[in-house]
């Protein structure tokens, strides 16, 4: 009875804790199924997976760029040596492509899957071609400008009609381009340092007049606005402002509604259609109620157009408050600044001669901590001219600090722009931080971009030895003339001199072990500059007195007498092609270490060259010698021809 009982018993327990589990389970499946959202697929690109990856990984501030040899003996250090290489071995690419268009018949294999189609040799096109319009729209579609040129010409040869479509595709490349082939994208080094000069250039009118763009925008028998467009914004974009402005006159004639970057376009150049302010803000807000007047709806491009615009007015105090209207209106309109609008901000609050502006520390406080992606071609403009208003309009390191975190966040770095702008933005960020922050911080900067990220220019080593030298630092001397020789500032004279001049004046504890290594320094540039002039006759350096002078105290110093003969020697063989003379006090040290080393011939050659330099003090250095150093009669005699009167040992 019991054994039954216990069965009874145990049956309804495992009844009820299966209902129960039973139970559990379908609350929980209810639960799940109410909470589970099927997310919207997300497109992903081929090089989705890679940029993830790059992502986790930080750049290596010890190794060079990926373009050179990771060799210490082959990476280029000095900034023409980085740009000579990367500009030679694009140069095997080109030789490459060369030998490959050139022969086309040896290169007819497919050995890449999936086919890459720029690794074959270019099509090309003469009259026996076989083109159609879908020839031309293949051409148009790579950019290829010569080539879809000569495919036009072929087909209007041969009576083809192209379509309406593809000749304004062809228009609007012809206008983009103004009728040039732009440089291909798989010469990366070339379009690198190319647009580092093209940024420099001076903004002046290089359209094309009466060129092949414009005949095929006058063949249009309909022009609507798509034509229209395409030539006024290739006019405004090559500074052919006024006969852009002719068209636009002609379309509001027509009432011929253009699209936003047309007017985007116009406002950009207001500049070379009006003189003055007046006259200028005028023509902006004309441009700007015709948009409104038409509804056109304005951008973000509008918005940089406008502030570019007002940018080069010439009211400072106007140009101001019209800045900031415009970006108040704008953001009204739900239309967010670009790093392009916060640059045009900084270039009209910051000028070279204006009041001091903290504008930059209120941007900074707007977008500090975002990513941002390019919208528009002066984008890359902002980071080096925020870090010329760090440098030399607020002179303010920790600002400068929180635009250099800026740059590094996310993928910020691709707008530092070209190779001219990189090298500007790290020049300001490294002289400011080596003005006003303390050494040992300054070094570990140093330490951390040099010379992997950034080769220090000439002028900025200069400063950079004039703060060791200010701070006493002469430990790290060595490695600055170490980094001098690699960055080819040898031949710097004044690099060289500030260095020189450096390490004489700071006199170090005879047990220093830098006094041997200085002294060597001295004697390896006397060594480089010597011969260099043997090798090169129309060389630009010069000695002076004073880099003579400092070599033979470094000398001296280090115990290398025979080294400091030898700059003596130099000094009386060449005093007519030497600028200036050494110190009085460096040929007096020089002088003791002559009678020190009993060395007559080195000590007369001292006192002559002190009497021909007119020291006054060459008297009382000839009477030194004679008091310490038994000379004979005709020594004696040849000391007091230099002095001009007689001498004699005195007791």
Not at 268 to 279: A, I, N, T
Not at 485 to 496: G, T, Y
Not at 593 to 598: F, G, L, N, S, Y
């Amino acid at each position: 009875m019991m054994s039954s009982l216990r069965s009874t018993t145990f049956r309804s327990c495992a009844q009820r804790s299966f209902q129960l589990y039973v139970n559990l389970v379908r609350q929980s499946s209810t639960e799940s199924a109410k909470e589970i959202k099927i997310p919207r697929r997300i497109k992903r690109g081929p090089t989705d997976v890679l940029k993830a990856l790059a992502a986790t990984v930080t750049r290596d501030t010890t190794a060079p760029h990926y373009k050179y040899q990771d060799d210490p003996f082959l990476t280029p250090s000095s900034n023409v040596g980085k740009r000579t290489f990367a500009m030679a071995k694009e140069s095997g690419k080109k030789a490459a492509r060369w030998v490959q268009n050139q022969h086309p018949e040896l290169f007819q294999h497919k050995v890449s899957f999936p086919f890459i189609e720029n690794y074959t040799p270019i099509t090309v096109y003469d009259e026996n071609s076989a083109v159609d319009e879908n020839t031309l729209k293949r051409v148009i579609y790579y950019a290829q400008v010569s080539d879809a040129i000569k495919v036009y010409e072929l087909l209007e040869q041969k009576g083809i009609n192209v379509s309406g479509s593809t000749k304004q595709s062809f228009l609007e490349m012809l206008c983009f381009f103004n009728c040039e082939d732009p440089l291909p994208e798989e010469f990366l080094e070339e379009r690198w340092f190319h647009l580092s000069t093209k940024g420099r250039e001076k903004l002046r009118k290089t359209w094309k007049d009466n060129s092949l763009a414009e005949k095929i925008f006058l063949s249009f028998e309909q022009k609507d606005s798509k034509a229209y467009s395409a030539i006024i914004q290739g006019m405004t974009r090559y500074c052919q402002a006024e006969r852009a402005w002719k068209l636009y006159e002609e379309c509001l004639e027509k009432n011929i509604i253009l699209h936003t970057e047309t007017y985007n376009s116009l406002i950009r150049v207001v500049h070379f259609l009006k003189e003055g302010f007046e006259h200028r803000w005028k023509l902006v807000q004309e441009l700007l109620e015709e948009m409104a007047k038409k509804n056109i709806h304005p951008n973000v491009g509008t918005l940089n157009a406008v502030l570019e615009a007002v940018s080069t007015l010439p009211n400072q105090r106007q140009s101001k408050e019209y800045a900031l209207r415009t970006l108040s209106e704008f953001k009204a309109l739900n239309i967010q600044p670009t790093l392009a609008s916060y640059y045009f901000l900084l270039i009209t609050f910051c000028k070279q001669r204006g009041p001091i502006s903290n504008i930059l520390v209120e941007i900074m406080d707007t977008i500090q901590g975002q990513e941002f992606s390019v919208q528009d071609p002066k984008d890359t403009y902002f980071f080096v001219t925020a870090m010329d208003v760090c440098r030399n309009h607020l002179q303010d390191k920790d600002l400068a600090y929180r635009v250099d975190e800026l740059l590094h966040t996310g993928n910020n770095y691709i707008l530092i722009g070209d190779s001219y702008k990189e090298s500007i933005y790290y020049r300001h960020f490294f002289v400011l931080m080596c003005t006003l922050e303390s050494l040992d911080v300054f070094m570990d900067l140093y330490r951390k971009i040099v010379p992997h990220i950034y080769t220090p220019e000439p002028a900025v080593m200069e400063e950079v030895i004039k703060t060791i030298d200010m701070n006493g630092a002469m430990e790290y001397v060595p490695q600055i003339w170490s980094d001098m020789v690699v960055f080819d500032h040898v031949e710097r004279e004044n690099v060289v001199t500030t260095l020189l001049d450096s390490m004489a004046r700071n006199k170090l504890p005879e047990e220093s072990e830098l006094i041997s290594q200085f002294g060597n320094i001295a004697w390896d540039i006397w060594k480089r500059q010597e011969e260099d002039v043997e090798e090169d006759r129309y060389r630009q350096w010069r000695w002076t007195g004073q880099i003579l002078g400092d070599m033979m105290t470094l000398l001296l110093r280090a115990n290398q007498f025979k080294e400091s003969c030898i700059i003596l020697d130099k000094l009386n063989r060449s005093q007519q092609n030497i600028v200036g003379v050494p110190r009085v006090e460096v040929l007096q040290l020089f002088l003791d270490r002559c009678i020190q080393e009993k060395d007559v011939k080195a000590a007369i050659g001292c006192v002559q060259y002190s009497a021909d330099a007119g020291f006054s003090d060459a008297e009382q250095m000839a009477q030194k010698l004679i008091n310490n150093i038994s000379l004979d009669e005709g020594i004696l005699a040849r000391l007091s021809n230099i002095i001009g009167k007689n001498l004699s040992k005195i007791d």
